[in-house]
């Protein structure tokens, strides 16, 4: 049996039971009324939440693939394929971060040829597949440097695509462009602002882009410029710098909590800092204040020899997920405390279960 036929095989085999269940039941509207007003969850066969989790991705050259993992014992609950955009136009060498996926997962964009190649799940073949390929009207601007798309990323509510138009061998901002993800394949992107680019070489070929941006909840777009920060800042972090954005200094590397508590990692040669994870607030001009120990790498249950490799933030269940030696710990976000293990590593389903582990490369906790 493919590898796929597995994948179907186990996806369905968990959807089958929140289908019945929510076909059964007293109360509510009659099947008849159902059917006449079905909501996009109920035609879906992959419930959202098969696709939270942890999210894994595999490069397995030409079949590329996601496995999603219950973060309380990490035990595989679906595989999702990526080889349907797999194509001439976007090449090979994948890595995790070629792939850029909305927030829900029912999307995923990837880079081809200076174009953007986005994909829609589908929940029939539990597997990706090119809906749209978003790419500039011109291949050249009147100066002679050639346009390309570049970071595509997803609104927070994953209904807009949006990305950026550069003009290489140029010094002149990026365009920030937009589409309905469910309407790219017919409408042309819209313009949101621009960001602006570090200059490149004399050729044009290398390309860095220091500044980065986003859209908010409400729509809005933002502009984060790298600055080199206040003075007495967070050096002791490896923050990396800062942003310059429309809300203040933000620390580059730091993850902010829903209530707007930070989090980020000690590397320091500081012998007064103990090495681990913090939590602070970061005041108007950008210094830390409130400064919280919450798991100090020399014990606490937490690997010295690994160290912290990676850690997310939970604010539903008011926590922080911790990975270190290839393990996942939990702890309380407002305290220091013992972390307590969720789980010693990932486990796999399917025919070559066993030789997925070492070729996982994770993508975050969702």
């Given amino acids: 049996m493919k590898r796929m036929d597995i994948a179907k095989t186990f996806a369905v085999s968990l959807t089958l039971p929140l289908v019945l269940s929510a076909c059964g039941g007293s109360g509510g509207e009659s099947v008849e009324e159902a059917q006449d007003s079905p909501s996009p969850e109920h035609e879906r066969k992959i419930p959202q939440d098969d696709l939270s989790g942890f999210a894994l991705y595999h490069d397995d050259r030409s079949d590329p693939f996601l496995t999603f993992h219950d973060v309380s014992n990490g035990k595989q609950k679906i595989q999702i394929s990526l080889s349907n955009m797999v194509l001439s136009e976007t090449g090979g060498g994948f890595t995790k971060d070629s792939w850029k996926f909305s927030p829900d997962f029912r999307y995923v964009a990837v880079l081809g040829d200076g174009a953007v190649h986005l994909g829609e799940l589908d929940d029939e073949n539990f597997a990706y597949v090119e809906s749209a390929v978003i790419e500039p009207e011109q291949k050249s601007s009147f100066s002679g440097g050639e346009i390309k798309f570049r970071a595509p990323k997803f609104s927070p509510d994953g209904e807009e695509l949006l990305m950026l138009e550069d003009v290489t061998g140029t010094e002149d901002p990026m365009k920030v462009l937009s589409v309905s993800t469910s309407k790219a394949a017919e409408d042309k992107p819209d313009e949101r602002g ?13 390309w860095k882009m220091e500044s980065s941006y986003s859209i908010d909840e409400e729509g809005e777009l933002q502009v984060w410029e790298r600055t080199s920060g206040p003075e007495g800042g967070a050096w002791e972090f490896n923050f990396g710098g ?78 922080i997920i911790i990975e270190s030696d290839d393990s996942y710990y939990q702890t309380p976000m407002d305290s220091q ?30």
């Fill in 194 to 206: 621009t960001v602006p680019k570090v200059t490149t070489d004399s050729d044009g070929k290398e």
């Fill in 337 to 366: 405390g013992e972390p307590e293990l969720l789980f010693p590593e990932f486990q796999f389903e399917g025919p070559d279960a066993e030789n997925l582990g070492p070729y996982d490369k994770n993508l975050g906790f969702f």
């Fill in 242 to 319: 800062y942003y310059d954005t429309d809300h203040g200094i933000v620390p580059r590397r730091a993850k902010k909590s829903a209530s707007g508590t930070y989090y980020a990692m000690v590397r320091s040669d500081n012998e007064e800092a103990s090495e681990g994870l913090y939590s602070f607030d970061l005041s108007q001009d950008g210094k830390m204040v409130n400064k919280k120990l919450i798991a100090e790498e020399d014990g606490n249950g937490v690997s010295k020899e690994y160290r912290i490799s990676d850690f997310w933030i939970d604010d539903k269940e008011n926590r």
